[in-house]
């Protein structure tokens, strides 16, 4: 469980830095949430492969995670456009993230973990 909790705690910070950088543009104050984000939110994925999560299945969530919730905000935050073959993509990436997670935990079942 704690690992789940320090990936959705990197996508966060990650997401907090990548709309901080837009908003950088404007008040460069930002920059600084910009740094402080990225740096916790590598330092957290770091934190979860430690725990064990593979890498593909980590990264998959935390970019898949990254990529929609930032889409979404921009769209409400700063009026990017948001539509519907972006929301098709955001389900495709979603389900390509599911599927590799399905496919680490058969193999880690299955013991055939390649190292």
Not at 10 to 15: F, I, P, R
Not at 32 to 46: D, K, P, Q, R, W
Not at 53 to 62: D, N, S
């Amino acid at each position: 469980m704690l690992r789940w909790m320090l990936l959705l705690g990197a996508v966060a910070t990650e997401v907090t830095a990548t709309m901080s950088l837009k908003a950088a543009l404007a008040q460069p104050a930002f920059y600084a949430a910009v740094a402080v984000g990225y740096l916790a939110s590598f330092l957290l994925l770091a934190r979860v492969l430690r725990l064990g999560l593979p890498l593909g299945v980590a990264y998959g969530i935390w970019s898949a995670l990254g990529v929609t919730t930032t889409a979404l905000l921009s769209a409400a935050v700063f009026g990017e456009p948001f539509t519907p073959v972006m929301l098709l993509g955001m389900a495709l990436i979603v389900v390509g993230v599911l599927v590799v997670e399905l496919g680490s935990d058969r193999a880690r079942r299955a013991g055939a973990g390649v190292r």
